[in-house]
């Protein structure tokens, strides 16, 4: 194990290992010593760093000593570490497809059930065939206890295929995407089959990568339904192409070799690498727009500098010829940081489909869209989904319609200027020449100005009047008090052992969190259900507070999030509020004083319950207002962009001739 291995196992950062290192010299319990030193890192015996973990009680992973086979691997030179991977990716995937532990197996069992579910050798019979018959033990043992510690057999697969530190993952690196960039590709191929689908035959997922994409099993899961089940596969022979086989035999997709068949529509995907040879990129892509029937579609995921950004002559005229054909649709450029190998390096798309039915070159129309400095939300995929989906439906509609149709994002560019375009096809918002369709930038302006102009919903459902002097409130309790009446429970936080920085998965609400709308912490489910099988999530209505650095507290509107020690829940009860309404109680705690953390003695306000279901309804209208609101700051800011941009085109005029018809 290397240092950095030690951190993940440990569940901490890097520079804690050191730190540990450091400190624990000259002690009864010293760090231990490095084995051997490989490529400038040291490295370290797995038993002797379990040992050592064990027996200082340091890191935040209870499950060290079993999980620690996952972070392991056998000393060596970088192709044996390699080959120790593909056997053993080999016999997970095997136990995957059985859903059953190896161990027991003798070598002609083991090679038989090899063979029965490779019998082509394309993905798993080789390496598990090179395993010596002496060795067959060791082996399944290993399998079978990486497959206990990630879990089950298919996740061990995809956890030694997408670690970094792992020989499998640094090999696949130049082309891991991260999660928003595997979501932009689902969405967009779950759109185009849907326009390919219409007639209820669903099409084929044709995956064109030589190796694979790395975006494949994303795919797969979101468009379940939407494409045929057995995904096409490029014939390659190649470690990344019978990875790529193993890894969906893990997850139970079904897969064939690519080749055309019949006349059934046919979705490519095709992922370049970042180090792909622009001629040998422009001569598949020209392969497969060759191939295309107007029935196809297909998604091209490749360097921005190749697709987008200015080369050399030659490179040019070929991707010239390419946009010629007038299939490729849409072109999209993609924010920075997709790629964590290469986190500067920006990625482009180009959506493929049939041309336009109208004779004339004039009339082709390219859809162009810049999205760098965006991030890939919901929302902007959503939009950018449906831009696509607009431009690949209207190839067969009006010509007028088609090109004076608005665009989130998008910009219809005639087909010609790319074609003869020398330099960037995209090269932002500002330096974009005007086109004969100015009517874009207008009715991007005036559908964002009918935005903003909107009345916000709901506010005017909302009626005061000052209350009758009469009525008296509710007295005033403590914290306490309501708890012993049982009105109040409190539930305290989790110590977590599991990391809360995931892309996705439960939410995490800590001091930090509470009041904050930007930016959520996540854990994953099944990890933090491991660590913590007593630990609760919260409830829709739950009232989420801490006593420092103050008094603060929050309303989990949503339930189901986990909450950080020293953080505390307050859940009303339900059937019995006693007067208690969650965001009442909110704003009491948050109006204590700054210092007093003695929260049993907080006193809060009761309400009666047709004033709370009032509150709750006026209050529900005032957030959805406040949403809105957030939605047109953002509407605003576009705004200044496409005014800015539509001026600076030539295409906008904000002092338009009051008598149009006058002439000189």
Known sequence: MSLADIAALARVQRPVVTTWRSRSRATAHSFPESVDTTGGQERFAVDDVVAWLTATGRGNNPDAATEA???????????SRRRHADTLTALLTLSAARGERLSGLSRGELIDAADAEDPDDECLYREIAAIEDDDVAAWLSLADRTADAAWNAAAAVERLITDPNRPLGADRAPTALIAPAKDVVAALVVELAASQGQDGNTPVLADRTPGGSDAVPSVLERAEGAVHPV???????SDAGRLLRRRLSAQHRAWTTWHRTGTAATLHLLQLASTVDARGAFHVLADILLELTDADRGLVLGPASLLVDAVNAKDTSRRADLLRTGRVRCIVRLPTGLLPARSREALALWVLGPATSWPNSEDQFTLVVDLAGRQLDDVVIGDLVSDVAATVAGAHGERDQFAARAF????????????????ALITGHRSLPATSHSTDYALDVDRLLDAVRTPLPGLDAIDVAVADGDVPSAPMATVDALMAAGRLRCLAGTRLAVDADAEAGTR??????????DGRRHVDLIAFTRAHPAARLTEPGDVVFTTTPQPAAAVDVEGGAVVAFPERILRIDAADPGGLNPAVLAADIAAQHAGDRRWQQWRVHRVSDADSAALAATLARVEAARQETQQRLADLRELTRALIAGVSAGSLNLNPDPNPERTN
């Not at 086979?69 to 192709?79: M, N, Q, S, T």
């Not at 995904?231 to 022979?237: I, P, Q, S, T």
């Not at 219809?412 to 790319?418: E, I």
């Not at 995490?508 to 709308?517: L, Q, S, Y």
């Open 69 to 79: 086979v996952l972070h392991a691997e056998p000393d060596g030179p970088a192709e």
């Open 231 to 237: 995904v096409r596969l490029e014939a390659d022979k």
């Open 408 to 423: 989130r994002f998008g910009r219809l560019v005639p087909t010609r200027t790319l074609v003869a375009t020398s330099g």
């Open 508 to 517: 995490v609400i800590g001091a930090h969190d509470i009041g904050r709308e």
